[in-house]
């Protein structure tokens, strides 16, 4: 499968890798199309690996994943183009995170909207997909890092586009997925970072997760 990774920070790069790993051939999007850290991992990734402009890569992927900034993922996303969203599956991992006043962010927007439906909004036919924004990067490709049970979640309108994003969840090795309904449930699930933060804070780390038990 073609995969286009928006963004090259850690998230992007652990994600990208992770999906060459699987056997998957993944483009990796920046603003400029010789970006120094999309560079340096395709080089590190092999042949299934490469790299260019956002819209490269929008191009490119039969999936995309937004993992810009949750500040920047419209502007990203507008340079990927409409016409190279259109009809794709779009899974959103970012979050409203400003970091302006330092630590602990506050949410750039909250209650009422989240950045998943704004995505969606803005791209109608796309098919936005939102999940992995409730844990760490290195636990994003790497459920067992966190010992027992525990969850992650989605959020999307369409049911096939989420059974399809299920599927790869399953190949990172996650078991136990919450389908919270549709996208507007995204807001919830950006709403937690700020608890996040604040455990991450108090325990001098990030490898942990959340647990729903009945």
């Given at each position: ?19 060459v790993q ?168 950006e709403m ?23």
């Amino acid at each position: 499968m073609r995969i286009g990774i928006l963004g090259t920070g850690m998230v992007g790069s652990s994600l990208g890798t992770k999906l060459v790993q699987l056997g998957n051939e993944v483009k990796m999007g920046s603003r400029t199309e010789n970006n120094e850290k999309a560079t340096e991992w395709a080089e590190k990734n092999g042949s299934k690996a490469s790299h260019g402009t956002f819209e490269d890569a929008a191009s490119f992927g039969e999936i995309i994943f937004n993992c810009t900034s949750g500040a920047i993922s419209m502007s990203a996303l507008k340079a990927a183009g409409s016409k190279n969203l259109n009809g794709k599956i779009l899974i959103d991992v970012s979050n409203p995170l400003d970091f302006s006043k330092g630590m602990p962010p506050t949410l750039t927007l909250c209650n009422t909207d989240s950045v998943g439906e704004q995505i969606q909004r803005e791209f109608p036919q796309a098919k936005v997909v939102k999940t992995l924004n409730t844990v760490n990067t290195l636990v994003m490709v790497n459920p067992k890092l966190v010992p027992g049970l525990h969850d992650v979640f989605v959020s999307g309108n369409d049911p096939e586009a989420k059974a399809r994003v299920e599927r790869i969840l399953r190949d990172f090795g996650w078991e136990n997925i919450i389908d919270l309904g549709d996208i507007s449930t995204a807001r919830g699930t950006e709403m937690i970072m700020p608890l996040w933060i604040r455990l991450m804070m108090k325990y001098q780390g990030p490898n942990f997760n959340f647990h729903i038990v009945r």
